[in-house]
């Protein structure tokens, strides 16, 4: 199974929003760069099965962006409580096992749960930058992966 772990792009300053957290949304700055990965992907001719992601509107936004641009339609774009902060290896492993007829996958969430939770399965230390991609080759049986790619944003996206 092919997981692809997409970083939301960057959102407000938490010292500057006055709302709750959870509802801080992309900057527009943030939202021109997950335009220009997602259009790099579909470029690429990546495809997923579905796309899960955490239920914050920071994240909710960079999925749907990359919904739209790699053609999932709404019935496969999920919101997942797990992708929020505490997201591990035990929550993977769920979200794998739900999902056994996919060949592959997009997540979309949060750091240091992506770079935590990588290493678990790869065995190796990864950090995800804001609007970064990462993808781990994973065998479902044993849950034990391969890292394939890690692109922060400005390689994704360049001309």
Not at 54 to 76: F, H, K, M, N
Request: glycine letters at 8%; hydrophobic letters at 45%; proline letters at 6%.
């Amino acid at each position: 199974m092919l997981l692809y772990f997409l970083r939301h792009g960057p959102a407000g300053s938490r010292a500057e929003w006055k709302g709750p957290d959870e509802l801080r949304p992309l900057t527009d700055d943030g939202r021109t760069m997950v335009v220009r990965v997602a259009d790099a992907l579909a470029a690429a001719d990546v495809a997923v099965n579905a796309i899960l992601t955490s239920p914050l509107v920071r994240a909710r936004q960079t999925a749907e962006i990359a919904a739209a641009a790699l053609c999932v339609g709404d019935d496969s774009l999920i919101d997942d409580e797990r992708l929020a902060h505490g997201f591990d290896r035990q929550a993977l492993a769920a979200i794998v096992a739900e999902h056994p007829k996919a060949r592959a996958l997009m997540l979309v969430g949060h750091e240091p749960d992506f770079s935590r939770t990588i290493g678990q399965v790869t065995g190796g230390a990864v950090t995800i930058k804001k609007g970064g991609l990462a993808r781990v080759d994973i065998d479902p049986a044993t849950l034990h992966g391969e890292l394939t790619w890690l692109l922060p944003p400005r390689v994704i996206t360049m001309p």
